[in-house]
């Protein structure tokens, strides 16, 4: 081979390897720069139709539609998992747990839970009587401490319940584990009157098809606006800004009411 060749041979396989050398280099750079994958936030939240449900495995739900929504739009993956209330409660209090929804704002919670500003969802609580009761309500809770009522244990009922019942308007307290079961309490006439989220009792009288035995009275007790809270041991504070932001926009572009619309328009 001649000289001249050869030459050429040489700088065409140092070009070669030179190559290969930076893709190399650009490669492991590469995977020492690699972002590594985000952690997803752990939220807990009850079996409450129909804001928070699940069928077939998969939770659904009013709530679960707009926290999934506000989160994808921020690429932070989540884990929404249903537990029994009080156990959802202890677990975002003992830091075991990011966050929870969809939860009232209460100065008992307020001790360990960092709420959204932005408002999840309002829910209206309302009381509810079997059909051939003839008790009537005017608005006064202080008149109706004779009968005895149906609560979920450690669910809030919005301010206005809550502190009839703290101040012995409301003394006869029948509570249960579910919102089923205190239906099926009601029904059955273990209570008197039965005190739920509006659009909640009537989603588990429907699945029951028992919506001609029960009625509800007029008028409503209280509109409680319901949030996503945030564990104070988790110190998620940034998050929750960035959710609150999200979750405005969301209201302002329309997607907030499509969502609620949706469940209710079939």
């Given at each position: ?192 009157i039965l005190v739920s989220n509006k659009y909640g009792a009537y989603d588990i009288l429907n ?60």
């Open positions: 081979m001649s000289r001249p060749l050869l030459n050429k041979v040489v700088k065409f396989l140092l070009a070669g390897i030179v190559v290969c050398l930076h893709s190399a280099l650009v490669n492991a750079d590469e995977l020492l720069h690699v972002r590594p994958a985000i952690p997803p936030i752990e939220i807990v939240t009850l079996d409450y139709p129909p804001y928070e449900y699940e069928e077939d495995g998969v939770i659904k739900g009013i709530a679960v539609d707009l926290v999934e929504e506000a989160f994808d739009r921020l690429n932070q993956p989540i884990n929404i998992r249903m537990v029994p209330w009080a156990r959802a409660l202890a677990l975002v209090e003992e830091g075991k747990a990011d966050a929870i929804f969809t939860a009232y704002k209460t100065p008992e919670r307020e001790l360990f839970c960092d709420y959204s500003n932005e408002v999840l969802i309002d829910q209206t609580v309302s009381l509810f009587v079997r059909s051939d009761s003839t008790i009537e309500f005017d608005g006064n809770l202080s008149l109706m401490e004779g009968y005895t009522f149906g609560t979920v244990r450690k669910i809030s009922y919005g301010s206005v319940f809550d502190q009839a019942v703290e101040q012995g308007m409301i003394s006869h307290i029948e509570e249960t584990r579910s919102g089923e079961k205190n239906m099926a309490m009601l029904i059955l006439n273990r209570v008197d699945k029951l098809g028992r919506e001609d035995d029960v009625r509800e009275l007029d008028p409503e007790v209280q509109t409680v606006p319901s949030y996503l809270a945030f564990s104070k041991k988790r110190g998620l504070g940034h998050i929750r800004d960035q959710f609150d932001f999200t979750l405005k926009e969301m209201k302002m572009d329309g997607t907030y009411q499509k969502i609620i619309d949706a469940h209710f328009d079939h």
